[in-house]
């Protein structure tokens, strides 16, 4: 895929983050439910672990400034960059990569038991007991049962997208355009 194209998808994605996640999430000081694991996980598919980690961690500090939800604290974008590396690493699909369904499936399961267990249960965990001086292991307790619901609805969704999309980006990501002379 050409620079230029992986840097008008990432300007596109970083975008569908922000907006997913400042204008179409539930959000308590506690909780958050978003779809915004979708430009990221997609970002990571199509891009890799640099753009995915860029994008995600720029979604989270551009969406702080410009549409704050509270005081902006630098370890939530540490734990955005650490979703998009972690999603990078694991669901690249480098070009001219054939995938099974299955070995996708599996991927997205890993990638999303590593985001949903260690970042959003434990490292997102630490910020708000830091902020809010909450009882760790409390909020762990509370945000243990919103991770287990994501995680069947971040696999399910993000297959989904990415087999109906599949055919558009091998036609438009992966294929160069070749230069026709005239």
Known sequence: MSKLKKVILSGILLALLIVLNRFVSIKTPLLVISFLFV???MAAIWLGPKYATLIAALGDFIGAI???????FPGFTLSAGLKGLIYGLILYKKQGEER?????IIRLIISSLLVLGIVEIFVVSLWLNIMYGK???VVISTRIVTQV???PIQVITIFILEKLTRSIAN????EEVKDEEH
């Open 100 to 104: 099974t369904n299955k070995s996708f």
């Open 171 to 174: 036609k438009y990501l992966y």
């Open 149 to 151: 619901i994501m995680l």
């Open 66 to 72: 410009l549409f704050p939800f509270g005081t902006y």
């Open 135 to 137: 009882a760790y292991f």
């Open 39 to 41: 430009p990221i996980m």
